[in-house]
Every structure is written in structure tokens, then in C-alpha cells.
């Protein structure tokens, strides 16, 4: 059987949906409520550019929700269990996001564009109606919308080059996270040293969606002498970085799982005189302990395709957690994949069924590279 998924009205074009269709794009995927590219037809290209030499992808999908306005800034601290106090202009910190329950709901990028200005660069969930209903509650002064910004990733160890190239000398003082808002031409940019691998890169955060053309064909000019080709976040890379995946290694609706699970302790902050969502419900969780954590797996055997959902993890015949996302890593020779496993019993004879037979797994530290 085969099928397709099609391209309709109600899933949005990014900015660079022309472009990226031009060059080849082969698959896409939906990520808030947008398509995004999934490959362009050289997935082993495509992984050794990331590593290698640079990649540009468009991930125009990490949307942005702006908070605007005198309590901007005590709304994003009221979304978030991590402490913003000291957070500067110009600076980005991840800050999980969680529900009243203590649940992720988002795992967000926060960059502070001013004392009365923020944006939460999202990962695939519906945080501006989120936010906006907190705001409107509150009766806080502060606006929210999904501002016109659609960013564009170049990663990989020459994404530097390929940015003097593009926009100068200034953008090897950026520090990691923060950010600069500038232009090229008549473009208007924001341009953050960050991005989805740990291969090292800058995002750029166009302002105006009419440049997506424009901007696509200047990165790729700027890039052809460090032979840079498109590609699209990579989930192999991610796994052996260790990087998580929201809607992937957990999701409210369908594998939820709390910060303590997911290794976020320590950016959150249950102890000081902030308010913020979820807090009596993190104190009590804490409280209790987790009952699962976040674990890398290799499995064993021939190299395995992709999953498209959370598989269980076995023991004879207990469940004894979910793994979330397996790949074949070349660079290890081997297979491996992330998920939630239960802390208590032993790690022996854990088991995936797979379409093919059952796979033995075992636990492996993070991140894998
Ligand atoms: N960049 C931007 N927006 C995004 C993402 C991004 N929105 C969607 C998604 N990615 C949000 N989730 C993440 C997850 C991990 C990281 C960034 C965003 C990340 N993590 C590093 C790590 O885990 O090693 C660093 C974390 C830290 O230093 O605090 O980069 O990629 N604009």
C-alpha cells in the first residue's frame, strides 16, 4: 500500500517553501501547524555536510510567540519553571514550559529583545494560544501574536565561515544563544549563534517573509565556496547528540512526561519567590521522585529504518518504558535511540519488537557523541 500526504490550505507554506521545493526537497513533515523539510533526497550527503562542512535548513516551523508590553516580562517568567532573573538583552536561554499539572507542554528557545519585548521560538505546540489566555486571565498588560519571523538554520563546523561571508567579522563574537538584530540589504534579520545539532551554527531569523526567496539564494551564494547544500534538522545527529525532540521524546497528548523525567532539574528553579505555571505540582513531584528517566539505547543487530511512533520497551512480558526515536549511526557503526525507562529493577534483557523480530537493547549514557 502507499499513500501520500497532501499539500492543502489548511497546513501553512514557510517563507522558503519555494525555494526549498526549487532545490529538491523530497519529504516534508507538519510542525505547528507548518510544513517542514525532511529530506532532499541524500540523507547520507546531508548527515556528512552536517558534520563535515554546512547545511542550510529551513526551520521556519520553530515559530516565534512574541510578548509585548509593561508585563512582558513578568508573563515569560510566569510561563516557565527556569529563573529568568539576570536573563539580559540580547541573550537566549532554553526554558521548559509546563502545564498546571507539571507536564511539558513546550520546550522553547527564549530570546529578550528588550526589557518589554520577548520571543518564545517554539517547538510543536500551540503556545501563542497558551500564553495568550494567561495574559488575558491575568488581565496583564502585554500583548501576544505569532509575529512575521521565519528562522533559517546553517549548521555544521563551517556554518561560521559561510556567516562572515554572509554578514561579517561581528558574528564570531556572538556567544552561544545570544543574538543580534541587523540587515542585509533590505532584509531584516535576527541572528542568533544556535540551532538544533551540536555541529556548531547560527540561525537567522528573518523578519519579513516576502525576503524568503531572497534571503534562501544569499545564504546559498554565500555557502558555495564551503560547498553548503540544503538539508533539514537531523534526526540521526540529534540522537547521538542527545538533543530532545518535543512532540518526539514526549508530548502532553500522547507520551507526557515531567522535566525531572526528561533531565531538567537543574534549569528549573521551585524554590524561589517566582510564580509560574505548574509550580505547586513540580514541589509535589519532587517531592515524590520520578519513577522513569531519560536513557540512551543501542540495539542490536542489522541497522534499523526510522520509527514514527514511541515503541514499549520490554522485559519478558513487562513494560518497562517507551523508546522514542532510534537511528543507524554511522559514525558509532551502530544502532541507537532515546526513550523513558523505569529507574527501579534491572537494565537485563530489555527488548524491542520490531516489524522484523524482536532486537535486544541495552542502556547506554547521553549524549552518545
Ligand atoms: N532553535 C530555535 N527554536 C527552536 C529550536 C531551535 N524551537 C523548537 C526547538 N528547537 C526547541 N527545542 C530545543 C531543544 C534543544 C535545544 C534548543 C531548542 C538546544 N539544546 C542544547 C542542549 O540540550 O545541549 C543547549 C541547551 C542549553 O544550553 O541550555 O539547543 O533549535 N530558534
Redesign the pocket.
Known sequence: MSYQIHIGPNIRQSAFFEATVADGVRSFSVYNHMYIPGNFGDPDGEYDRLLHGVAMWDVAA?RQVELRGPDAERLAQYLTPRNLAGTKVGQGR?VPICDHDGWLIN???LLKLAEDRFWL???DSDLTLWASAIAHEKGWQVQVFEPDVS?LAIQGPKAEAVAVALLGEWVRGLNYFWFRETKLGEIPLLVAR???SKQGGF?LYLQDSRYGGELWQAVKQAGQAFGIGPGAPNDIERLESG??S?GADMRRQSLPATPFEMGFAGLMDLDGPQEFVGKAALRALRQQGSNRERVGFFIEGDAVAGNAAPLPVWQGDQQRGWLSEMAFSRRLGRNIGVGLLAIEGSDEALRLELPDGPRRLTRAALPFC
Open positions: 520553530q532554553y520546550d522553547p528557545v521560538s517554539i517547538a528562522p544556535s540551532g538544533w540561525e538533543l530532545i518535543y
